[in-house]
């Protein structure tokens, strides 16, 4: 080629000089090349002429070494097409295929790159080949995968993901949970041990006062009584949380009477005193054994039959006196202010979502920062029983523990006197009670539930899309595996149509999986009627029938083959007619697919004195 020659070409080509339009030149150098390579081999002059049109074109060693590969690449594809075109490789041709590569110095990567034509296009890869074309970027190729192959990659991720945190959740809001219900637990069962305390302490002041009292009436000298008073006025004094000391006959009619005023003690009048034979707190009392105390049930305090002050709760403790000969001289009561020691529960707002009460055996609140400041409710509308009435039941039947209800959470803790009273017939009376509870209450459940849950989703919710993002790009490949998977099932399904042998399929039991149209020409049978049947029943002589199924268990037995992976020249099958007649066949080495042994038959008719006049439709096919 002359500089006249190469100056045409570049006029053709639309470009001033060489030094601008090296990829043309490439080209130019690529096609020569291709020219050259005709007979799949290159002479000494075709050589010389490639080096000459190279210094011509300005093209240096690496430009031109590429081009080359590219054009040895395409040489080595067309020819691994034609040899394919029987759908199997002889060895022959494979010893030819190896001498080809070496010859045109492809390496063995490459040579599974080769495209079945010499178009002058670079190889395509296996996705190429099967229809799987690169789309427009990653937001396309995602646009492009069904919403099913993501439900199935996103649904499992979101389940687990939710299932981690939910548990997480839970464990978070246990825990706090478990804290509120521990504070509650500490705070009632310290209040409970003080009030057991404080009444402790009355009954050692109750009998104190039991024996000043004894001693005057072992001596009712002219004075005697004066002076209790005055001791009794002083005790009181010191003793601020006690409403009133009470000496009361043996009759019923009170003897001395000090009371605590809000203007402080004083010693009530003589005039005042009251009789107190019809109470049923004296009559009690006076029943019991000397040394024995009754505890009356927390309760409004009743002075002259009206209520003292604002519904004033007390607690009344009484214990009988006798003199030195044991005669019952009458009982002495000290009245307690409930307010004072059963107010040992802390008290908070409301809006702290706690509510914390104390409520007599009864079922009345005496302490219930709802209700009035102080004393016991005694509206049954208000009162505790009637205000919880599924929790009240489940009160009674347990001195302690938690009771979870649609209200909250309920801690409680009962407080039950020591003391004994008995009544006449000797049977154990009922001891009054007081009950501490603590409600957390819903809201304040719900609350927290929030406060765990908000910090967890925040830090779940950029976590969930993380996820969300690595199944969308886990989705990707899948559905370009998927895609190249179908494609190289199209193309199987392409080659067994076109296929001008006939492709048996069978399994390790030697039933027909497939049938290709031109096995249904060779041996008249349809598809319909050979997939399900015995291999051997269909194109396999009577004679020879057992000595396949022998052949074939002992192949599966112990991997000994007369056939598998051989040629065989020539044997007899049979048509569908009855027809006996010669054929070719090739067994390839059994497939494994899900874990079953599939056995590929590549069979050609020898009867046919000119194959390529195969034409027409397979019989319904």
């Known amino acids: 080629m002359s500089q006249a020659d190469v100056d045409q070409a570049c006029r053709a080509l639309g470009v001033d000089s060489p030094s601008g339009a090296r ?5 130019l150098y690529g096609r020569f090349l291709d020219h050259c390579f005709e007979d799949r081999r290159l002479s000494i002059e075709e050589s010389e002429d490639l080096e000459h049109l190279q210094r011509i074109l300005g093209l240096g060693d690496s430009d031109v070494s590429g081009v080359q590969d590219e054009a040895a690449i395409r040489v ?21 295929l190896a001498r080809l590569r070496e010859e045109l110095q492809i390496p063995e990567w490459k040579a599974e790159q080769r495209t079945g034509e010499d178009d002058g296009l670079e190889a395509p890869t296996l996705d190429q080949a099967v229809g799987v074309q690169p789309s427009g970027g990653l937001l396309q ?22 299932i981690v945190f939910y548990l997480e959740y839970q464990a978070e809001v246990g825990a706090e949970r478990a804290r509120l219900l521990t504070q509650e637990t500490s705070l009632i ?30 001596n009712e000298a002219p004075g005697r009584l004066a002076a209790l008073e005055r001791s009794l006025l002083a005790f009181v004094r010191r003793r601020s949380g006690y409403q009133q000391i009470r000496f009361v006959g043996a009759g019923g009619q009170e003897i001395l009477r000090i009371e605590n005023t809000p203007d402080g003690p004083r010693i009530t009048p003589q005039s005042e005193l009251r009789d107190e034979n019809g109470r049923s707190y004296f009559t009690d009392t006076m029943r019991l054994e000397s040394g024995e105390a009754f505890i009356s049930p927390t309760q409004p305090n009743v002075e ?17 006196i006798d003199d030195a000969a044991g005669k019952r001289r009458g009982i002495v009561v000290l009245n307690v202010q409930g307010r004072d020691f059963l107010g040992a529960i802390e008290q908070k707002s409301d809006d702290t979502g706690i509510r914390r009460m104390v409520v007599n055996s009864e079922g009345y609140w005496f302490q219930h920062r709802l209700e009035l400041d102080s004393g016991i409710v005694l ?57 501490f509870v603590s409600l957390l209450s819903r809201q304040l459940l719900n609350d927290t539930a929030v406060q765990v849950a908000t910090p967890l989703l925040v830090i779940a919710t950029p976590l969930f899309f993380a996820f969300v993002m690595i199944g969308c790009l886990v989705a990707v490949p899948l559905h370009r595996r998927d895609a190249a998977l179908l494609g190289l099932e199209k193309v199987r399904s392409a080659m067994m149509t076109a296929a001008l042998d006939g492709i048996v399929v069978m399994n390790e039991k030697g039933i027909t999986l497939a049938f290709n149209p031109s096995a249904q020409k060779i041996f008249g049978y349809t598809l319909g009627e050979a997939q399900g049947k015995l291999v051997a029943d269909l194109i396999i002589p009577p004679a020879y029938r057992e000595t396949h199924r022998l052949g074939l268990e002992r192949y599966l037995a112990t991997g000994e083959a ?13 048509r569908k007619s009855g027809e006996e007649f010669p054929i070719e066949l090739t067994v ?5 697919v899900a874990g079953k042994r599939l056995f590929y038959g590549f069979l050609r008719d020898l009867s046919e004195p000119d194959r390529s006049k195969l034409e027409g439709d397979p019989p319904n096919a």
């Open 304 to 320: 002259r039959g009206l209520l003292a002050g604002l519904y004033e709760p007390g607690v009344r403790l009484a214990t009988p």
């Open 588 to 592: 390839c080495h059994p497939v494994t």
């Open 23 to 27: 990829n043309e030149l490439k080209s």
């Open 379 to 435: 509206e049954h509308g208000r009162s505790f029983q009637y205000a919880y009435p599924d929790i009240w039941p489940r009160l009674l039947s347990n001195p302690q523990g938690w009771i979870e209800s649609s209200e909250g959470l309920v801690y409680f803790d009962t407080v039950t006197p020591l003391a004994v009273a008995s009544n006449p017939d000797g049977e154990t009376r009922e001891l009054p009670t007081w009950v």
């Open 562 to 574: 007369h056939i598998v992976d051989k040629h065989i020249i020539e044997l007899t099958a049979i």
């Open 76 to 96: 080595y594809g067309s020819t691994v097409a034609e040899v394919l075109e029987d759908l199997r490789i002889d060895p022959e041709e494979t010893r030819f």
């Open 141 to 162: 190729e995602l646009a492009d995968v069904s919403v099913s192959r993501y439900l199935k990659i996103l649904l499992p991720l979101t389940l687990a993901f939710l």
């Open 189 to 218: 069962q310290n209040g409970v041990l003080l009030v057991e305390r404080e009444l402790e302490i009355a009954a050692g002041d109750l009998y104190f006062v039991g024996d000043l009292v004894a001693e005057v009436a072992d």
